[in-house]
């Protein structure tokens, strides 16, 4: 069954970098790009971008161009996230969630959530 | 940028009642291109309807999508108690995905 399990939850420091790792499981991890979708406490979705797997090319929201950075790791299935020059406005869970391929655009399965607490 | 704006922000329902949600975009989304969401709480949001209409594998058929253009409408027949949740209409188009800010439906 697909899988996708996310690390631990982060306290970060203001001006502080923070990586989030998705590891993916139950079906062949090239052919679905993964996104990224955050939550701020008591707040609706916010999407922040996606990585293609098969070469890893990405795809950012405009909001988080320049500090937000997707890679993957094709030996271990798994995607990352890292956003920097982090603010108190960050505070979220952060999700990753693997994208349709059947042309609905889509997410289809999503993974636990990361919460990320920045606080001084 | 599309800016979807769900209505009402809380719906309070009976049990057995029926729960009728709006999503209104911006501009003229495509239809293969509005998904619905539902989270509860303390959950990761579960996809719902695709394609505006189209009920992803395991949703109860009370669930139903319709709509076109720039208004969208979800709507459940019978509230049953796991349903009381918050829904998110989110929609594609030109690389980027929006949401809706939700709407919770909960119990009266």
């Known amino acids: 069954q697909v899988q996708l399990v996310q690390s631990g939850a982060e306290v970060k420091k203001p001006g502080a970098s923070v990586k989030v790792s998705c590891k993916a499981s139950?079906?062949?991890?090239?052919?679905?790009?993964i996104h990224w979708v955050r939550q701020a406490p008591g707040q609706g979705l916010e999407w922040m971008g996606f990585?293609?797997?098969?070469?890893?090319?990405?795809t950012y929201a405009q909001k988080f161009q320049g500090r937000v950075t997707m890679t993957r790791d094709t030996s271990t299935s798994t995607v990352y996230m890292e956003l920097s020059s982090l603010r108190s406005e960050d505070t979220a869970l952060y999700y990753c969630?693997?994208?349709?391929?059947?042309?609905?655009?889509?997410?289809?399965?999503w993974g636990q959530g990361t919460l990320v607490t920045v606080s001084s | 940028e599309i800016v979807l704006t769900q209505s009402p922000g809380t719906l309070s329902l009976s049990p057995g009642e029926r729960a009728t949600l709006s999503c209104r975009a911006s501009q003229s989304v495509t239809s293969s291109y509005l998904t619905w969401y539902q989270q509860r709480p303390g959950q990761a949001p579960r996809l719902l309807i695709y394609?505006?209409?189209s009920r992803a594998t395991g949703i109860p058929d009370r669930f139903s999508g319709s709509g076109s253009g720039t208004d969208f409408t979800l709507t459940i027949s019978r509230l049953e108690p796991e349903d009381f949740a918050v829904y998110y209409c989110?929609?594609?188009?030109?690389?980027?995905?929006?949401f809706g800010q939700g709407t919770k439906v909960e119990i009266k």
């Open positions: 989110q929609q594609y188009g030109s690389s980027t995905w929006t």
């Open positions: 990585i293609n797997p098969n070469g890893g090319s990405t």
């Open positions: 139950g079906y062949t991890f090239t052919n679905y790009y």
């Open positions: 969630a693997r994208g349709s391929r059947d042309g609905y655009k889509t997410f289809e399965y």
């Open positions: 394609g505006a209409s």
